[in-house]
């Protein structure tokens, strides 16, 4: 005689088959070397950084659970003039992840990821003499939904506000592409090694926008790296420059 459960086509799940899986059940082989589904396209251009920044925006999407991006750069997007809005993030796109995902869903198809300094290109402003237009021969562009293409513009779609990763690797082509631009930008290296530096930032906080800052005692190697030579005084904040090293020891101790 068969029980009831045997003659069910739909067996329970034991408890043990009910636990969660963890994330590979949710996305299976993100933990893998590549995204499965996110294959990277053979005309990607620069090898050697766009390959890996598009590597790592397939894990990102894939860990989120959004799907792959896809590949549309055989049918180049015409039609963007320089009114257009054109958000471009230069560099990685661990960092602006968020952004990006937020932007498609408020604006789609606004906000470009660029990968490469191979994607970009400057020429002579137009509108600002003496600067520079960033224009973009291919770009990732987020829509609803976390949906990402990648897309290729005939002609270059020209950017009016560009952020990126100042810091890090893609430091180097991100500040060379984004310095002296005609369009405002969301930072820039020079701005990123200051902000780097505590003592700096406390100094320009409080001898130039005179705000409050922690008490602070720096010693100074050197030059001070950005600090000027003579900083004006500044509230809450004492500086003290080690430039003998004969004394260093006996100066810190008085201090």
Known sequence: QLSVEQTSGNRAPSPKEQEWAGPEALCPGWLEEEAPDGEVPEDIGDPDSATQAYKLLQRALCQEGLPPTLDHSAQPRTGFGPLDLTVCILGSPNAFLPVLLEAGTRYPGAMVLC???????????????????????????????????????????????????FEGPESVWVGELACDL???TGGSVPLTHWLEDPVVTRWVMTAGAGLLVPPTLAFVLGTGGHLPMEP???????LVRLEDPQGQERLVEEE
């Open 232 to 238: 004006p005084a500044a509230p809450g904040m004492k």
């Open 115 to 165: 990968l490469s300094p191979t994607w970009a290109s400057r020429v002579p402003s137009e509108m600002s003499p003496g600067s520079w237009s960033l224009l973009l021969s291919r770009g990732v562009s987020f829509e609803v939904g976390g949906h990402t293409t990648l897309e290729t513009y005939v002609p270059p779609r020209h950017a009016n506000y560009v952020m990126g990763t």
């Open 182 to 184: 005609d369009c405002p």
